[in-house]
């Protein structure tokens, strides 16, 4: 067993100089195809589940899941988080369920939707932290709103994100209030916005610093250099898998992501966590159409997972290999929670 808190990781990470991508998971496939990169990688990993993850998954089942890859890959210590926790509860079952670490989204209320005003989200961030680090359990906050400088809305993509046209005061984390925050709340890790949102829509063109906006993580970090910054929204969105998908019957409109070279600019100025779910969904649906397009009398569900687990698992040690993540998880030995309850 090598379970691990976000806290104990990613302190590793700065020391070291890397940064750790967090992969949301639904399922077995998408477990394994991580684990499996991790493995090839020598590279330590951070599964996340949404709400809707767990919802989909059931918590009993992911908790299972998770003990089974813990098992299965013995020298990977493996971080299991919840992603964008809406509320004290949201985080307290995870915690129930096994979860070393959680993400509380205070920057909108617990509808998930509305915009939330820094009073609310220090106040309920720490909370969450009091609970959390009493059991052990490691914190992301979030200041600032995520979503598009090139249109002023959140994304609602996966049915999660603001609602209401934003401005550039709740898009971009101000420095100043990110320094009050963090210590306000006590929190392990912190999320910032500079332009990235969810989903495959992120940007109708390549993005430069008028969209993507890292010079605010650079800020941030010369006022924060011991804080862990988080990039969420953080997928690539690579091309050769938007022409697989629609070479064979998709239908994915023009778009770009987050280009790895900018991630890996953040990671020099103190990001060392990196949310990614787009592409993964991507490589996943691209080898399934693939699959399915050249033998339509297929019909054994292994058959084209495997491909697709396969194309997961190359765009995770792709990420892996870009972060620096590859070649830490052997010089990691996980702390248990009691100790991390102390240690915070
Ligand atoms: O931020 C994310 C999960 O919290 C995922 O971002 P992407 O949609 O860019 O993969
Ligand atoms: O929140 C962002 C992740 O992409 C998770 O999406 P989800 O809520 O559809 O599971
Ligand atoms: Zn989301
Ligand atoms: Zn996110």
Not at 72 to 86: E, K, R, S, T, Y
Not at 96 to 102: D, E, I, K
Not at 146 to 163: F, N, V
Request: net charge negative; charged share 20%; aromatic share 4%.
């Amino acid at each position: 067993m090598a379970m691990i808190t976000l806290r104990q990781l990613l302190d590793h990470a700065a020391e070291h100089g890397y940064a750790v991508p967090a992969f949301n998971i639904n399922n077995m496939e998408q477990g394994l195809a991580v684990m499996t990169a991790a493995q090839d990688t020598d590279s330590p990993v951070i599964l996340q589940a949404s709400r809707g993850a767990r919802a989909y998954a059931n918590d009993l089942v992911l908790a299972g899941l998770i003990g089974g890859f813990a098992r299965a890959f013995p020298d990977i210590p493996v971080c299991m988080h919840l992603d964008h926790g809406n509320n004290l509860a949201t985080c307290a079952t995870a915690i129930q369920n096994g979860f070393t670490s959680v993400m509380m989204d205070g920057s909108l209320r617990e509808d998930g939707a509305t915009p939330a005003d820094y009073a609310y989200n220090s106040g309920i961030t720490a909370e969450v932290v009091r609970m959390a680090h009493a059991c052990g359990v490691s914190v992301e906050g979030e200041l600032g709103v995520l979503g598009s400088l090139e249109t002023g809305m959140g994304d609602q993509e996966d049915g999660h994100g603001a609602t209401e046209k934003l401005g550039e005061d709740q898009l971009l984390t101000d420095p100043a209030e990110a320094e009050r925050f963090v210590t306000d709340t006590g929190v392990d890790a912190l999320a910032v916005a500079m332009g990235t949102s969810h989903g495959a829509y992120k940007f109708t063109r390549q993005p430069d610093g008028d969209i993507l906006a890292m010079h605010v993580i650079e800020e941030i970090h010369r006022r924060l250099p011991n804080t862990h910054l988080v990039m969420h929204g953080s997928s690539s969105v690579p091309e050769d898998l938007q022409r697989i998908i629609n070479d064979h019957g998709g239908d994915i409109r023009p778009t770009w992501g987050v280009p790895v070279a900018e991630i890996q600019r953040g990671i020099r100025s103190g990001v060392r966590k990196v949310n990614i779910d787009t592409d993964n969904r991507l490589a996943m649906t691209a080898a399934i159409r693939k699959t399915l397009a050249e033998d339509p009398s297929e019909f054994d569900p292994r058959k084209y997972l495997k491909p697709a687990m396969a194309m997961m698992t190359e765009v995770c040690k792709a990420r892996f290999e870009a972060f620096g993540t590859a070649g830490h998880a052997s010089g990691i030995r996980p702390l248990p929670l009691a100790a991390m309850a102390r240690r915070y």
